[in-house]
C-alpha cells in the first residue's frame, strides 16, 4: 500500500499530471474533482463512506466495514472529532477525512502507518512512504514547480543520526534519510484548511495511569482481542509461535475465530536455548482449541542466517536503513514459506515486550504522585535485583527534563562508550559506533543539541509514559521496514500489539503494576484462562547470541567486503578500516556488537539506492508511485 494525498488546490492538478501512469492506480476525489488521495492499496485495504460534504476513509487493517463508518459520520461535528470515533474502528490503518474542502489526515500512535510530508509548488503534499515524496518532488522540479533546494535527496546528517545505537532519541528519529521530506509526529494529524494552507496539530495525550490491575488487564484482553479480530477474516492466517508469552497470546486468541491458523517457530542453534520446548508445547495445546492449521517448525540449517547481505535491492526498505537488517534474510524466507500454504497476512508479537515489560522508570514516575508506594516497591526490586542504593536513591528522585535530557545527551555521545540505562532515562540512551568518523559524532551532538534548545515537548510529563510511547513508536518503525519486505513477497507483516486501542489500554496501567517485582505482569493477567499456565509464568529468554556468532562467521567475507568500497565512508560517516575487524574477529562481548545493526542498515540502503551523485541530482520517481487513473477506485 503506498498513497499521496493532496490538499485541494489549482496546483495539485499541475502536480498530479506529472505523476507517471499505471493502470493500477487508484484515485479518491475531491468534491471538486480534483485528486485528493492518489496510489495503489488492495481492495480489502480500502473502507471509505461519503454523506453529504463529509467522507472519510481507512487505508490499512481494519474490522470496520462501509455501513458501519457511513453511521459515524454525520456525529461529526468537526474533524476534531475523528480522535474519539476511531475508538470505534478497531485496527491498524491511516484515517483520511474531508468536510468539504477541509481535510485532515493522521497515521497511527506507533510508526507502522506514518504520514510524512513535503512542501511543493507553494503546497505541502502528504504520503505514506518518504520515498515517494522525494520522487515527487524530482517531478515537480522537472515542471518548473518550486521547492526547497535539493529536496528528496540523502540527507547525509539524517543518516549519522541513524548510526546511533540502539536509536536516536525520538526528536531525531522522525528525521527521514531525505532532505525536507518530514514524518508527522506520532500523535500528530495533518490538516489542510479550505485555502490549502497546511498545519499539523496534537490530537493524543497519553491516558492517566491509574487503572488497577483487574480492570487494565480486562482493557488490555478487549483491546488485544479486538486487534487480533480485525486481522482474523481471511481465510488463511500465519503468526509466529515463539514460546513466548507475546507471539502465544496472539495464536490463542486467533484460534477462537476458526480461521485457519499456520504457526511458525524457529529452532534454536544454542542446546540451552529452551524457546523451542515452550513453543512446542504452545503449538501441542493450540491444537486442541483451533479447528483448522498446521505448526511449522523452521530449522536453521534450512534457513538463511542472521546477518545475510540482501541478494538484491528489492531485499531492502527503500525508505530508509531498515531496523531488522540483521534477520532481513530469514523474514524473507519466512514469508516466501508461509505464502506456499496459502497465508497472505502473519501476525507478529513486537510491540508486546514494549508495552508490558516492568521497567525501573515507573518508579521515578510513581515517586511524583505517591512516594511512600514508590519507596516500597523500590525496596522490594533491591531484594529480587542487584540495585545498588545509590541508584535506588537516583530511580526514585533524580532525572531531568527532557530538553536537558537531550541536551545531556550530546555529552555522553562518545565513540564506543557504553552507558547502561537507569530509572531516569526519558528513552534507551543511544551510543555512536566506535568506528564513527570524528565529523559524523560532532555531526550528531550538534543535531541533539539544536533539538533540545528547540524545547521539544515528551509524548507524556511522566517518563514511564513517554517511554513506553516511544518504544512503540520504534517497534512500529521495525513492523513498518519488515512489511515493506515481506508484502513485496504477497505476506503483509502485522502487529496487533502495536494497534492504538491496545497501546492506550497499555499506558493506562496504574504504574505501580508497571514496576519490576510489582506483581503479576499485566499481560499475564490478561491472558489468564486463554492462554497455557505454564506460558503465563515464563520468564524472560535466553540471548540469541548463538544466532548472532554464526551469521557473522558465515558472512564474514561478504560483510567486511563491504569497508573496500563503504558508502558510509564516501559519506564521511564511518572509517571503515575502525569496522573491518569487528567484522573480521571473534567477539565474545555481545554488547559490542551492539551499534553494528545501524551502520549496516545504513550501508545496505545506500548501496540499494540508483547510482547517481546524490550532490548533483534528484532521485528518479519510484516505483511506487502513479498517476491518477482516469476512474476512481
Known sequence: MDFLVFPDHPVTDRLAARLPRTSATRTIAHLSGRPWIVGHWRREELVTARVGPRCAVLLGTTSATQDALARLLPRLRGLDDLAEL?????????????????VRAQGSLSAVRRLHRTDLGGLTVLGSRPQDLAALAHTAAAAGLPGAPRTGTVDEEALAAHLLAPGAPLPLALRTCWRAVHAVPPGHCAAHDPAGRYREVRWWHPPEPDLPLPDAAEAVREALSAAVHARTHRATLSADLSGCLDSTSLCFLAARDGTELITTAWEGRDPADDDPLWSAHSAYRLSQVRREGRHLSLPYTDA?????????????????????????????????L???????????????????????????????????????????????????????????LGGRCYPRWLAAGADRIVPGARRRPDGTDWEDVPVMPPWAHPDAVATVRRLLREAAAAAPEPL????????????????????????????????????????????EAALAVRLADRVPGGGEPVLAAAMR???PGPVLGRGSRRAHSAELHAGLRRNRRALAALCEDSRLAALGLIRPEALRPVLTSLQPDTGALRPLDPTLAAEFWLRARPAVSDHDADPAPAAGISAPAAEGG
Open 86 to 102: 476511531r475508538h470505534e474502528l478497531p485496527g491498524s490503518y491511516f484515517l483520511l477525512a474531508c468536510m468539504g474542502a477541509e
Open 529 to 531: 484462562g486463554l492462554v
Open 304 to 336: 538463511p542466517t542472521w546477518y545475510t547481505p540482501p541478494a538484491q535491492p528489492a531485499h531492502t526498505d527503500p525508505a530508509g536503513p531498515l531496523a531488522a537488517v540483521r534477520d532481513a534474510a530469514r523474514l524473507l524466507h519466512q514469508a516466501r
Open 460 to 503: 507524556d510529563p511522566l517518563r514511564a509514559q513517554h517511554e513506553v510511547a516511544a518504544a512503540a513508536v520504534r517497534a512500529g518503525e521495525r513492523v513498518r521496514g519488515i512489511d515493506a519486505l515481506t508484502s513485496a513477497h504477497g505476506v503483509v507483516y502485522e502487529a496487533p500489539f502495536l494497534d492504538d486501542a491496545v497501546i
Open 338 to 396: 508461509v505464502a506456499r500454504f496459502g497465508s497472505r497476512m502473519h501476525l507478529t508479537g513486537i510491540g508486546g515486550d514494549e508495552l508490558f515489560a516492568p521497567r525501573p522508570v515507573a518508579l521515578n514516575s510513581l515517586a511524583r504522585g505517591d512516594f511512600r508506594e514508590a519507596l516500597r516497591l523500590a525496596r522490594r526490586a533491591r531484594r529480587l535485583a542487584p540495585w545498588t542504593l545509590r541508584a535506588t536513591v537516583r530511580t526514585l
